[in-house]
């Protein structure tokens, strides 16, 4: 019950909804950082994906890959770029990225290998190029699985970008880092409350992108 | 040699102290979770229809950012260790869930009449026949889960410097040591990358009857893996 009331107080709040500090202001900032890291890890992640997973090859070196990246810690990483690289989007991208790529990479891989191989055979049988292939026939129906790729790399990056208001960065954690150091307990629970909503109205998202863009055919076998 | 591992004297502890403690924060919640998963996963293998719900409910709360879970505990659990690893042992359980789910499921339907036919009881069946086979599964969650347990522990070091390795990054901010800061990142990228090498030696010994080259990259689960 107390943190309910910390949340209402929170958000009830004028103050909390005005100028550079207010509530859409910090939202704006966080989107900014999702949206970025997500465009950069996809603009890498999806082509090497959908590539290797087409001719089958590699697939050895990106589990190594991922492995590795996710070994890679992300608040230290940000911190060690911080001092490394001071003030400036690259501190906060360079530990996001890393963090997404993995999970976009290795899933679309596998969504391409799951991909059932007779169609693939009867597209070429027909005399599609091959990337006709790639695009119109392994592409939609490996759809839910690269989505769900990008849905993890996308929630983890929320979650992450709460960090770098610690090395002095905007985004909603500026009110989780800000309310620890003023023992200002409201305003902790009301960053991370607006953190949680971030993240699962990103779930929502893809939950709709995946009701949108994957076939209906596809859609029923999943 | 030592100069390299001295620490600042308000952390109380040495490097390698904070190593113990790190593995400490990070493990305990991945075994807790598998406590809990094993049955759950049980559950779900027997009721059909309970999976897809379990599913969801453990997809939404792996979706919790992890400071964002710490900081609603904090006015529970205070600023303690057990702040930092009942998020954990959540993130392990949803992890672990589904991969035992799949493995449990994978053991194909002639392997346990087989065992039924030679008498073994619902539980020695469990035991000794579909832990065994879902064994490769069952570990292939544990690696995600522990390696990003590891990595999440530092996050603790907001709240109450309960990070472990995680405290060296604000010590290293505070007193302008950057040796610090880079202890901390390559000693919890190292300790992850040892604890997925205990585990994938784990795998190879609990798994002497699988053959060299699948036992090596079991390639279905790949994907569960990636996904988390």
């Given at each position: 019950m107390n943190v309910l009331n910390f949340i209402?107080?929170?958000f009830s709040d004028n103050a909390h909804w005005q100028g550079y500090d207010g509530i859409p202001a910090r939202l704006a900032e966080h989107l900014e950082y999702t949206l970025m890291a997500l465009g950069?890890?996809?603009a890498v992640g999806l082509p090497i994906g959908l590539l290797t997973g087409h001719t089958g090859r590699g697939g050895n070196a990106l589990a190594l890959i991922?492995?590795?990246?996710?070994?890679?810690?992300?608040?230290?990483?940000?911190?060690l770029m911080f001092i490394l690289l001071g003030l400036g989007m690259a501190p906060v991208m360079i530990p996001l990225v890393v963090l997404a790529i993995p999970p976009i990479l290795v899933t679309t891989y596998e969504a391409m290998r799951s991909v059932d191989p007779a169609p693939v055979d009867a597209a070429r049988g027909m005399g599609m190029a091959e990337t006709a292939v790639l695009f119109r026939v392994e592409l939609p129906v490996a759809?839910?699985?690269i989505l769900s790729g990008?849905?993890?790399?996308?929630?983890q990056i929320v979650s992450t970008a709460t960090i770098a208001a610690y090395v002095s960065f905007g985004g909603l954690g500026r009110y989780i880092i800000d309310g620890l150091?003023?023992?200002n307990y409201e305003k902790v629970v009301g960053g991370a409350t607006l953190v949680a909503a971030m993240a699962l109205t990103t779930l929502a998202v893809f939950w709709a992108l995946g009701?949108?863009?994957v076939s209906p055919g596809v859609r029923r076998r999943h | 040699m030592s100069e390299l591992f001295d620490l600042p004297s308000d952390l109380q502890n040495s490097y390698f102290g904070l190593v113990a403690l790190h593995l400490r924060e990070a493990l305990i919640p991945v075994l807790a979770g598998l406590l809990v998963a094993l049955p759950v996963a049980q559950l779900c293998v027997r009721v059909r229809w309970l999976y897809a719900p379990v599913l969801w409910v453990t997809t939404v709360l792996y979706a919790i950012p992890s400071l964002a879970f710490f900081v609603i505990l904090i006015d529970y659990t205070g600023l303690s260790e057990l702040t930092v690893m009942i998020p954990l042992a959540v993130y392990s359980l949803v992890v672990l869930v589904p991969a035992i789910v799949d493995g449990v499921r994978s053991v194909p339907q002639?392997?346990?009449a087989a065992a039924t036919a030679m008498g073994f009881g619902p539980v020695r069946r469990y035991v000794q026949v579909q832990l065994p086979i879902a064994a490769p599964a069952i570990i292939a969650g544990l690696r995600v889960a522990s390696v990003s347990s590891v990595s999440l522990v530092s996050v603790g070091m907001l709240i109450g410097n309960e990070g472990a390795l995680g405290n060296l990054l604000n010590s290293g901010l505070i007193y302008n040591q950057p040796r610090l800061i880079w202890l901390s990142v390559v000693g919890t990228a190292v300790l992850a990358l040892l604890v997925d090498a205990a585990l994938i030696g784990l795998r190879v010994l609990l798994t002497p009857w699988m053959p060299r080259a699948t036992r090596k990259n079991p390639r279905p689960l790949a994907v569960k893996e990636a996904a988390r």
């Open positions: 209402n107080s929170f950069i890890a996809a991922a492995t590795s990246a996710r070994a890679l810690p992300s608040f230290g990483l940000m911190v759809l839910p699985l990008l849905r993890s790399a996308a929630i150091y003023q023992r009701r949108l863009a | 002639e392997t346990l």
